[in-house]
């Protein structure tokens, strides 16, 4: 999946499931159990996932590649820092 498709279909489904809590919110849907059950316990929490993940992907993404990009640089025959010589 690409990285645009990835954030089309995070903004979509943060759009989406924005519009129950709008409901809970403004209209009648705190009386309604399964309604209301949805809004607090799904809704909410996708709500908040999806969007921490679209705020921070970026930077993860970052360090994971340079950490990774740190364990396998003596693996690409990629020159050592000199060694410093003991007294």
């Given at each position: 999946m690409t990285?645009?498709?990835e954030r089309d279909i995070l903004r979509f489904l943060h759009l989406?499931?924005?519009i129950p809590i709008v409901g809970y919110l403004y209209?009648?849907?705190?009386?309604i159990p399964q309604a209301a059950f949805f809004a607090r316990w799904i809704a909410m929490p996708a709500i908040i996932?999806?969007?921490f993940w679209m705020w921070l992907k970026p930077r993860i993404a970052k360090r994971i590649l340079q950490s990774r990009?740190?364990?396998?640089?003596p693996n690409r025959g990629l020159p050592s820092p000199p060694m410093k010589a003991s007294p």
């Open positions: 990285g645009w498709r989406v499931l924005s209209g009648p849907v705190e009386h996932l999806s969007g990009l740190v364990r396998e640089a």
